[in-house]
């Protein structure tokens, strides 16, 4: 009984996904990403139990996400970016506990971050780029104790960081870009004690920036440009020996730069536009 079907990297692969594919019940894995495939996902794909692989991004997809997606409680990857799906993120997703990895990009993919995205308990990567959603990010999603990877981009987000993210002790990679979420930079993500890359990019965060970053012994990018802040550069940041990427224009900070900061190597010392070398 047939358990992988790799049709991947065709450029030249085209036509609809068939319903059919339903039918073969023993499939473990349907990659069919980098095609030109069109039309939208069959509901039938929902019958696939054993399916624990299913990759779709690089296509030419359209339509809705099917709900019936959420019968496949094997699913450890989905796949769906860089199409042109549209609608909501279905509730029903929230079924699929062995869930890994998700990743969903479309500007047209509208709607709120359903809050029970914070039920897959076993999720590592959790990646809704470019799409339009709107609303809060919702707190629940600091459930994801295995949580190792958050990129939330999405022009229409507001509100603030939620303070349940002090919970996600696995992560590494925290980026939240192009929004217009508000608010301070939690001081509490100083907690989060593996964390490589913070991304708080083009969005309205205000306050100052938390002296209590420098405590990130592991960062290696830090971008908090195109803000609100203001205040000074806290020289505790010259604490964080491995960081490659430190990027703070375009925000209303202000002082001198510390010479704590003399200590970084580059480019990490790469950390204002060339105006700002002299703050006031």
């Given at each position: 009984?047939?358990?992988?079907?790799?049709?991947?990297?065709?450029?030249?692969?085209?036509?609809?996904?068939?319903?059919?594919?339903?039918?073969?019940?023993?499939?473990?894995?349907?990659?069919?990403?980098?095609?030109s495939l069109s039309g939208t996902?069959?509901?039938?794909?929902?019958?696939?139990?054993?399916?624990?692989?299913?990759?779709?991004?690089?296509?030419?997809?359209?339509?809705?996400?099917?709900?019936?997606?959420?019968?496949?409680?094997?699913l450890i990857r989905l796949s769906?970016?860089?199409?042109?799906?549209?609608?909501?993120?279905?509730?029903?997703?929230?079924?699929?506990?062995?869930?890994?990895?998700?990743?969903?990009?479309?500007?047209?993919?509208?709607?709120?971050?359903?809050?029970?995205?914070?039920?897959?308990?076993?999720?590592?990567?959790?990646?809704?780029?470019?799409?339009?959603?709107?609303?809060?990010?919702?707190?629940?999603?600091?459930?994801?104790?295995?949580?190792?990877?958050?990129?939330?981009?999405?022009?229409?987000?507001?509100?603030?960081?939620?303070?349940?993210?002090?919970?996600?002790?696995?992560?590494?990679?925290?980026?939240?870009?192009?929004?217009?979420?508000?608010?301070?930079?939690?001081?509490?993500?100083?907690?989060?004690?593996?964390?490589?890359?913070?991304?708080?990019?083009s969005a309205k965060l205000n306050?100052?920036?938390?002296?209590?970053?420098?405590?990130?012994?592991?960062?290696?990018?830090?971008?908090?440009?195109?803000?609100?802040?203001?205040?000074?550069?806290?020289?505790?940041?010259?604490?964080?020996?491995?960081?490659?990427?430190?990027?703070?224009?375009?925000?209303?900070?202000?002082?001198?730069?510390?010479?704590?900061?003399?200590?970084?190597?580059?480019?990490?010392?790469?950390?204002?536009?060339?105006?700002?070398?002299?703050?006031?």
């Amino acid at each position: 009984q047939l358990q992988y079907l790799w049709l991947y990297h065709n450029r030249y692969l085209n036509g609809t996904i068939p319903s059919e594919l339903g039918n073969i019940m023993g499939l473990l894995e349907l990659p069919l990403q980098n095609n030109s495939l069109s039309g939208t996902i069959p509901s039938e794909l929902g019958n696939l139990a054993q399916l624990q692989q299913l990759t779709l991004e690089l296509n030419n997809l359209n339509g809705t996400i099917p709900c019936e997606l959420g019968s496949l409680t094997g699913l450890i990857r989905l796949s769906l970016q860089n199409n042109s799906l549209s609608g909501t993120i279905p509730t029903e997703l929230s079924s699929l506990n062995q869930l890994q990895q998700f990743w969903l990009n479309s500007p047209l993919l509208n709607g709120t971050i359903p809050n029970e995205l914070g039920r897959l308990g076993e999720l590592v990567e959790l990646k809704l780029l470019s799409n339009s959603f709107s609303g809060t990010i919702p707190g629940e999603i600091g459930n994801l104790a295995k949580l190792q990877r958050l990129w939330l981009t999405s022009p229409l987000l507001n509100g603030t960081i939620p303070s349940a993210f002090v919970s996600l002790t696995e992560l590494l990679e925290l980026k939240l870009q192009s929004n217009e979420i508000s608010g301070s930079i939690p001081s509490e993500l100083s907690e989060l004690p593996w964390l490589q890359s913070l991304w708080l990019t083009s969005a309205k965060l205000n306050g100052t920036i938390p002296s209590e970053l420098g405590r990130l012994a592991a960062l290696t990018e830090l971008k908090i440009q195109s803000n609100e802040l203001s205040g000074t550069i806290p020289s505790e940041l010259g604490n964080l020996t491995q960081l490659q990427h430190l990027f703070l224009n375009s925000s209303n900070l202000k002082g001198t730069i510390p010479s704590e900061l003399d200590g970084l190597t580059w480019p990490a010392a790469n950390y204002t536009s060339p105006q700002a070398r002299n703050l006031i």
